[in-house]
């Protein structure tokens, strides 16, 4: 038969296969989250998130030490304080459970690029992601606390920081307050279109940051819109982001698809709790085979086009491109 073009050549190959590959990706753009929890010698399995800890200070760098382990030398800090109060005040205390966790890391892992979430929601008593007035929350007023909290995490010796609160302003308060002590070189990761999503499930049983009342559609944005998660972009570039966010990610692949066509800045993808936990209940009732539904996910966000991608499964990740499974 006469066939001029045949796809299936570059495909009879593993090597071959490999060579064409449209999409790379490298152990260095893996970020993993990592809880850390006040209180001493802790490492508690998270029932909502299977294979992910709760870690005390004093036992953290065991986690950082198997991330770098296993190639991956990125990690995004969360915090469980031991009290909540109205207004989030553990959020910026200088030895905050963040702060502590930063410090040990840091010391002992100085080349371990240490990212701190800078959010209200696991600091106030209701569980909202800023200052409350009635039952609504008070942009303004949250800035200034938000720009407190990145300060001190800067101050600790984070290397970056990343808001997630969704407030208007949050990128430029806290570029102002960085550089006006002189932490001109750290770094905003803005997650810029963060949206109002039950994938967050898990992530509030695992930081105890569930709303006590209402939900968080008043300020995370309205899964139905893609332009303004463009506007949301756009804002932060303006304000100062370094880099942009897009959370989550497997149900917003053309939200990155979109970010990716119009702004020159890295852009991360946040794969977040409900994603990994869905793949992790699926495996356990022996319907996907994990791995390869792991890796496959993973993959399609890079070819939507992020380039950092934040997972907890970024160990894992990490080995399946060491093998060139992916990547
Ligand atoms: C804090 C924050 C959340 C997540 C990251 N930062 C929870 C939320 O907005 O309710 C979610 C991460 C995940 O689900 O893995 N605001």
Redesign the pocket.
């Known amino acids: 038969m006469e066939l001029l073009n045949r796809p299936r050549r570059l495909r009879t190959t593993p090597e071959i296969r490999s060579m064409v590959r449209e999409t790379r990706m490298s152990p260095s753009s893996l970020i993993q989250?990592l809880f850390a929890i006040e209180g001493e010698n802790i490492k508690h399995e998270i029932p909502s998130?299977p294979g992910q800890y709760h870690w005390s200070p004093d036992r953290i760098c065991e986690a950082v030490q198997e991330c770098v382990d296993a190639g991956v030398d990125k990690v995004i800090l969360?915090g469980l304080p031991a009290e909540k109060d109205e207004v989030g005040s553990g959020a910026w205390a200088e030895n905050g459970i963040v702060q502590q966790a930063v410090r040990v890391i840091k010391k002992n892992f100085p080349n371990v690029t240490v990212i701190t979430?800078v959010?209200?929601?696991?600091y106030t008593s209701h569980g909202h992601?800023g200052i409350l007035c009635d039952h609504y929350v008070d942009n303004d007023k949250t800035l200034e606390v938000l720009a407190k909290t990145a300060l001190s995490h800067a101050q600790a010796g984070a290397d970056m920081v990343a808001p997630?609160?969704?407030m208007d302003g949050r990128v430029g308060a806290i570029r102002k307050i960085l550089d006006d002590n002189g932490y001109i070189n750290v770094p905003i990761m803005a997650?810029s279109a963060?949206y109002a999503?039950a994938?967050?499930?898990?992530?509030?049983d695992?930081?105890g940051?569930?709303?006590s009342f209402g939900d968080?559609r008043s300020y995370?944005m309205d899964p139905h819109n893609v332009r303004e998660a463009i506007y949301e972009c756009e804002l932060d570039v303006r304000e100062g982001a370094d880099l942009l966010m897009v959370?989550?990610a497997l149900s917003y692949l053309d939200v990155i698809v979109k970010a990716r066509q119009r702004f020159d800045l890295p852009i991360a993808a946040?794969?977040?709790?409900?994603?990994?936990a869905m793949i992790k209940a699926a495996a356990a009732a022996g319907l996907i085979d994990e791995y390869r539904i792991m890796c496959e996910s993973a993959l399609s966000i890079y070819r939507a086009g992020a380039d950092i991608l934040?997972t907890?499964y970024a160990k894992e990740l990490a080995e399946a491109m060491r093998k060139g499974d992916i990547g």
């Open positions: 989250p998130l969360f979430d959010c209200m929601c696991e992601c997630s609160d969704m997650y963060k999503s994938f967050y499930g898990p992530f509030r695992a930081a940051s569930a709303p968080r995370q959370k989550p946040y794969s977040v709790s409900g994603e990994y934040i907890y």
